[in-house]
């Protein structure tokens, strides 16, 4: 549950108190942009973009029962969020390998399906966070903020379509998940992995490491 920060008085000591108490929140934010959205608007009616956005949420969001984790959406960009706790909750899919598995399959479901005018092309990027609050500022609404949530924006802009963007933070979760299952550092979609990246990101102090998975 979302912790509501709402004060008229912009000196209240109660709001400064209750922020300092407001606990952080760990897990896993993901950024999801369907690629060229706009122009398709151009090209055709709601029945021909309306049906294909059907179709590539469908895949992204629903086959993998993220839409539970929905934060929120600006045009054809989504913000998920899944806290370590509700990840640990889960009966399967319960770790980041998992998680990064799924999207990667969504992905390559788009790209190789033999009917390319059912889905719109993807990008994602990825980070695990330890900075980050579950608040709002707005009634009855859930969010998340914090610096992880920035810098996984940033992380967008290293990304094109097809192409899962990875934070090294995220990516030492995923080869701990295989390490604990006894399996190969190069199992699955890991096989595909970049080398390590060094980026300096606007707003941000310091450098961010990130790797990139292209789907294939």
Not at 72 to 89: T, V
Request: net charge negative; with cysteine.
């Amino acid at each position: 549950m979302a912790h509501y920060v709402h004060y008229t008085d912009p000196h209240s000591e109660e709001m400064v108190a209750a922020l300092d108490q407001i606990p952080r929140c760990p897990g896993i934010c993901f950024f999801m942009d369907i690629n060229k959205s706009t122009d398709i608007k151009y090209q055709g009616g709601l029945k021909e973009w309306g049906r294909k956005l059907n179709n590539t949420f469908n895949n992204l969001l629903y086959a993998n029962h993220f839409q539970q984790h929905i934060v929120k959406g600006i045009g054809d960009e989504m913000m998920l969020f899944i806290p370590d706790q509700d990840l640990q909750k889960k009966s399967s899919n319960n770790n980041c390998f998992a998680l990064l598995e799924d999207i990667y399959a969504a992905l390559f479901l788009i790209k190789n399906h033999p009917d390319q005018d059912l889905y719109l092309s993807c990008k994602v990027a990825i980070h695990y966070c330890t900075e980050v609050h579950n608040i709002t500022f707005f009634e009855n609404a859930n969010d998340y903020y914090g610096s992880d949530i920035d810098l996984t924006a940033r992380l967008m802009t290293k990304s094109i379509e097809h192409r899962i963007v990875l934070s090294e933070k995220f990516y030492v979760k995923v080869i701990n998940d295989l390490i604990n299952m006894g399996l190969p550092m190069d199992m699955g979609c890991l096989s595909r992995v970049s080398e390590r990246y060094i980026e300096n990101f606007r707003g941000v102090p310091g450098s961010t490491a990130f790797r990139v998975i292209d789907v294939e």
